[in-house]
């Protein structure tokens, strides 16, 4: 029953002891020691650091001290890696109330912190208590007074003034109590803790680390120099005390206590000492004195390492390592337990401190003396094992070393005495020899390099990272760029002159990843050399310009990447001329070579020519429209600019199609796309343009952007990277929402003038899109149709025109009526000159290939504000529709008043007791009802509509949930969309939300997430969501990112997200900020709404009014939660409903007639809804006859 005390945690032993918890004491015990000392306006911290292995990276050898805050430091004693996880759990937890209250935490909260964390690992099985003690220490904010508190494995915390932890703690707390003084300055305070660390550690300042903090700053960490500076004086002043206390004498020089070879009595020179036949691991004495002749000889050798002061002799304990090695040499098969030997060494160890102290001189009669005492004890408490003995010959060293000599020419051969031990001449024992080398090599200081004073406060979240072996370039303060040989990662300092210029080519090689206010990161991946490839980059190009803006030079490997992706990218290239496809390279090897493909050989049409040869096409003087170099250009006369203008209207851009002649042979349409995997299997993906301008197959239509319109700089780069070379280039532009998405596709339009095709997610956005046509273009009214399921159109009387449509009209399989049958054989019997895509992110990939399968396209074009999935098909979209050409930078935008500028808000409202019993019994599916139901967050919904219509600011509210959408805005009194909501009272709605003074707040469901056009608004409130969507949170911000008419200072927008406290919702919707973040964007946390109680009829103030909301939420039905959105392809899933079920309940006669807030629920509202519309109709049988009867009847009279 003792050992389940001794291996229990939660069980206490008869005597009242919890024996883990005082184990985890022995694990601080036996740790470095760590001190802290509090000065007038200062606090210390200094440790005891291991000293490192020769073959140990000392570099990333962690610290005993750790930075929580800016404000406050942690030091530990004890086990490395449990101290690694409570310094997470601090940092995080400081981080995170400073987020919430947005003040630094106290030092004595964050002790608080650790403490609890520790303690609870004391009570629950399964667990062990964390196996270290901290002291942390720091000043509060606007606060001169310094604080250290301690934490105990326990769980109990305590502050002092100075104290220590770990090994030998009890000796330096003494020696602290002994010399702390109140008010000690700076100099005095951290003297104090290295003299105190002094006590326990005998290799000097290097094996110490002291750090200070002072009010208002961030820790500082001694340099090694200044510590070796403090020893330096901290040891002199010892020798002066030393040298007074003996008068007439000279402080006494380390090492002088040793006598060498010629001290002693010459006549001993020719002494010989023959030890008994027994073996040498049954005789201490001659272990021990092989043992004083290492101690001498690693004394010596230090000599030559450390020339100011004796290492081994000057202090009380000798190096630890060295004893403990020899001990299990010399004694560990006499089977003596660690206690004996220790204490025999500890004898020893007195000895040797006596003499230091005292300046005795110890001869060898004194050595043989103590000698022969630990040679009987150790016989006495173990009897010696029966081993065959071995004579010891004596005999002059010659040239080996003997077996108990020590080895080295100048080494002393005894201490005090010319004697040696004679044996006979063995050979040298290497093994012992290396081995002490490497104990000795372990304190040289060129095994030690520079650390870094400052450590990285989240090194799990932002990576822990050295690339101090990246050698820098003379003038790398002057470049922006950063590189991570390892991930192909690139940081870019924003701040740099240069900063503008390789933001652009970083936008056209690498992925931007995260983009806050001063470090851009991106990613080199191999799509993204794919595209700069594709917008006639080449592997020089790139290679060298990363060459010019990095600060290190560019790593071989990164080298090597780039060359390795980028040789075949743009080789191949699928052309469609004339109606049919052509793969053409300007490299007939190439197409020889994928010829003999067995997949792609006999894919080839057969009966022409195996490989035509055709001129390839200039860049000509291709001019997009809207660019400011675009006005005054008479295209339609065939007039030609001046040369200066085409220079700078042209896309100066190098490209393969300078070469003189390409090379291609023909493929089937319904090829395309084996074709297409196939050459990425092979490393050669296919590039797909169009050469609009030569195609005379397909008629021209009569568009172009109205004289007064002129895009933005950054929407003219984006198609610059589009028409490159003189073709149209198939790929994605990502731009933030609010930003022109619409004007870019519509350029490009005008731009290829031939048949275009629009694709959106709903019938909403189809009208705004044909209205965005013939708002920014020339085109004829009659020329552009759109293709919903309430308005089938009918085609243009043109030759060619503008076919509006979503996706579901395009994809859907089952049976169509007669005008939509007719549309679709109109869309897929003819070639589209361009495809645009809106928001492109939303289709799933085989809708992709059913919508390029079935509407033959020369070019694609994909828009999106957010190029991310939750899944993994985003990736899909390289291949199938094109690489990424452009995408933009929200928060450069934002400066640049392109966009708005928004202040987002994460608002935390807690949940009544009641609320939260239910939630926490509740299933799944119900929880998210009760934490969007929560009447905190809709009187906070309330107080904020309120507050910002009084601004005179237009707001949306989102909803995901359609019974809450409708319980607020009815409660509410305001206008509501959501998929149910018919297509002419959503327009209706939507024009008195932007025209009506009166219609200030709109209530949206997910339907309003996409190609929502609503300028005039400016608040926007999110009350639910679909989970952790960062593409559906990064959308909502985007209806109101559309730049505003008034130029208020600082922000011109809102986004409030409201989160019911403790509750998933909270972890949905840290998911969702990521995106955003990323983007630049930073999130508020709000947790009390001022005077919200004082709000004018602020909804479900009372108990009464809480509990009759908690009933009617309770009885809801489930699958009333979700809303179903036939156009939106995004939310649509596949998951089966869930069945309508019953709700049980206890209860009471009394409560069945209305009381206590309980009251009867409609379930089954749509079967009502039905048969009412139908009428009122018999379904029996007998009535049916009956009524047949009455006709029958009728008819006759």
């Not at 509202?1165 to 049916?1184: D, I």
């Amino acid at each position: 029953m003792a050992s389940g005390y001794d291996r229990a945690l939660s069980v206490f032993s008869p005597d009242g002891h919890v024996f883990q918890v005082e184990y985890a004491g022995e694990a601080v015990k036996r740790g470095t020691c760590a001190v802290g000392v509090k000065g007038q306006d200062v606090v210390v911290l200094g440790c005891e650091k291991r000293s490192a292995m020769k073959l140990q990276d000392t570099r990333i050898t962690p610290s005993k001290i750790q930075v929580l805050d800016n404000h406050v430091a942690l030091a530990f004693a004890g086990l490395n890696a449990d101290a690694r996880i409570l310094v997470d759990k601090a940092r995080l937890e400081a981080q995170s109330h400073r987020l919430t209250v947005e003040d630094p935490a106290t030092i004595e909260y964050i002790t608080k912190y650790v403490a609890g964390v520790q303690q609870r690992y004391t009570q629950a099985g399964g667990v062990r208590p964390f196996g270290i003690s901290t002291m942390v220490v720091g000043f509060d904010k606007n606060s001169k007074v310094p604080r250290l508190y301690q934490t105990e494995p326990s769980g109990i915390y305590s502050a002092w003034k100075a104290n220590a932890i770990g090994r030998s703690s009890k000796t330096v707390r003494e020696f602290l109590e002994r010399n702390y003084k109140e008010d000690m300055d700076r100099e005095a305070t951290i003297r104090l803790a290295i003299k105190s660390l002094l006590e326990v550690v005998q290799t000097g300042a290097k094996n110490i680390e002291i750090a200070l903090m002072a009010p208002g700053a961030t820790i500082e960490m001694l340099p090694t120099e200044e510590i070796e500076r403090y020893v330096k004086e901290i040891e002199q002043e010892k020798q002066e005390e030393a040298a007074k206390k003996k008068t007439g004498r000279t402080p006494a020089i380390s090492g002088t206590a040793i006598p060498t070879r010629g001290q002693d009595d010459s006549a001993a020179d020719n002494k010989r000492h023959r030890t008994n036949s027994a073996s040498p691991d049954q005789c201490w004495f001659q272990g021990s004195a092989q043992f004083i002749g290492v101690i001498v000889w690693v004394e010596h050798r230090s000599q030559e390492r450390f020339p100011s002061r004796s290492v081994v002799l000057e202090k009380l304990i000798i190096h630890a390592s060295i004893i403990a090695f020899y001990s299990e040499r010399r004694f560990g098969n006499l089977g003596l337990d660690d206690e004996v030997v220790i204490a025999v060494w500890a004898v020893f160890i007195a000895l040797v401190e006596l003499q230091q102290r005292e300046h005795l001189i110890i001869n060898a009669h004194f050595l043989a003396g103590f000698c022969a005492a630990g040679n009987a004890f150790l016989f006495a408490v173990m009897p010696p094992k029966r081993k065959a003995s071995s004579n010891m010959q004596g005999g002059t060293k010659t040239g080996r070393a003997s077996r108990m000599s020590t080895p080295g020419a100048a080494t002393p051969r005894s201490i005090g005495s010319n004697d040696e031990v004679e044996e006979d001449d063995a050979p040298v024992d290497e093994v012992l020899e290396r081995d002490i080398d490497k104990n000795i090599d372990r304190f040289s200081l060129n095994q030690y390099q520079k650390r870094h004073d400052i450590k990285d406060p989240m090194p799990h979240i932002f990576g822990d990272n050295d690339y101090s072996y990246l050698v820098l370039k003379k003038d790398h303060r002057n470049r922006p760029l950063w590189i991570d040989p390892k991930k192909g990662r690139i940081i870019l300092e924003s701040f740099s002159p240069l900063a503008e210029q390789a933001q652009d080519f970083l936008i056209t090689i690498a992925e931007p990843l995260s983009r806050p206010t001063f470090m851009h990161e991106y990613a080199l991946t191999m799509h993204s050399l794919y595209a700069a490839v594709s917008v006639g980059l080449s592997p020089k190009d790139i290679i060298n310009t990363l060459e010019r803006f990095l600060k290190t030079p560019l790593p071989d490997e990164i080298r090597a990447f780039i060359t390795s992706c980028t040789q075949t990218y743009g080789k191949v290239k699928l052309v469609l001329k004339d109606t049919k496809y052509f793969v053409e390279s300007p490299d007939p090897e190439m197409l020889q070579m994928l010829l003999k493909n067995p997949k792609i050989g006999p894919l080839r049409v057969q009966g022409t020519a195996e490989i035509t040869t055709t001129a390839a096409p200039k860049i000509g003087g291709l001019v997009i429209p809207g660019t400011k170099n675009a006005a005054g250009v008479k295209q339609a006369n065939g007039l030609q600019a001046s040369e200066s203008e085409q220079q700078t209207t042209r896309i100066d851009i190098d490209d393969d199609d300078d070469q003189e002649v390409t090379h291609a042979f023909e493929i089937a349409d319904k090829d395309v796309e084996t074709v297409q995997r196939e050459c990425l299997n092979l490393g050669y993906p296919v590039l797909e343009e169009y050469d609009f301008r030569h195609d005379e197959a397909n008629p021209n239509l009569d568009i172009d952007l109205r004289p007064g319109t002129q895009i933005r700089p950054y929407q003219e780069k984006s198609l610059s990277k589009m028409f490159g070379n003189g073709r149209a280039k198939s790929g994605l532009i990502v731009l933030p929402c609010g930003a022109g998405k619409t004007l870019v596709g519509i350029t490009a339009a005008c731009t290829i003038k031939k048949g275009i095709i629009v694709l959106c997610t709903s019938s909403m956005s189809v009208v705004q899109w044909r209205n965005e046509f013939l708002k920014w273009s020339n085109i004829n009214p009659d020329d552009i149709v759109a293709f919903t399921s309430d308005s089938k159109g009918s085609v243009f009387t043109g030759s060619t025109g503008v076919i509006v449509t979503t996706y579901s009209m395009v994809t859907q399989s089952r049976a169509r009526s007669y005008d939509a049958e007719k549309m679709m054989k109109f869309l897929t019997g003819r070639e589209w000159g361009l495809m645009l895509l809106d928001e492109v992110h939303v289709v799933p990939a085989n809708i992709f290939r059913r919508v390029t399968s079935s509407i033959k396209t020369h070019s694609k074009l994909g828009l999106t504000a957010t190029l991310l999935r939750e899944d993994d098909k985003i990736s899909d979209l390289n291949f199938l529709i094109g690489p990424k050409l452009f995408e933009a930078n929200w928060m450069e935008l934002s400066k640049q008043g392109h966009i708005a500028r928004v202040q987002c808000a994460e608002v935390w409202c807690a949940m009544p007791t009641e609320f939260y019993d239910e939630y926490l019994r509740a299933p799944s599916r119900k929880k998210n009802l009760l934490y969007i139901m929560n009447p905190r967050k809709f009187q906070a919904c309330q107080y904020l509509i309120n507050y910002h219509e009084s601004r005179g600011d237009k707001i949306i509210v989102f909803s995901d949930n359609v019974y809450a959408l409708k319980a607020y805005a009815l409660k509410l009194g305001k206008a509501f969309i959501y998929g149910g909501t018919g297509q002419a009272e959503r327009l209706k709605v939507l024009e008195n939300f932007q025209h009506n003074p009166l219609v200030n707040t709109l209530f949206l469901s997910k339907i309003g997430d996409t190609s929502l056009d609503l300028p005039e608004a400016t608040c926007l409130i999110q009350i639910s969501s679909h989970y952790g969507s960062r593409r559906q949170e990064a959308q909502r911000l985007g209806r109101i990112l559309r730049a505003k008419r008034r130029n208020d200072e600082g922000f011109n927008a809102f986004f409030y997200s409201l989160v019911s406290k403790d509750t998933q919702e909270m972890f949905f919707s840290s998911k969702r900020q990521a995106f955003l973040i990323d983007q630049g964007y930073a999130f508020k946390v709000i947790t009390q709404l001022a005077n919200i109680e004082q709000t004018p009829g602020l909804a479900f103030a009372t108990a009464a009014e809480r509990r009759e909301l908690l009933q009617k939420v309770l009885v809801e039905n489930e699958g009333a939660e979700d809303e179903d959105i036939t156009d939106d392809l995004f939310h649509s899933g596949t998951m089966g409903r869930v069945q309508k079920r019953v709700r049980r309940t206890a209860g009471t006669l009394g409560e069945l007639s209305g009381g206590q807030n309980m009251a009867y629920i409609e379930q089954n509202k749509k079967v009502n809804q039905g048969l009412k519309k139908k009428g009122k109709k018999e379904s029996n049988a007998f009535f049916k006859k009956i009524n047949r009867e009455n006709v029958r009847r009728a008819a006759g009279e």
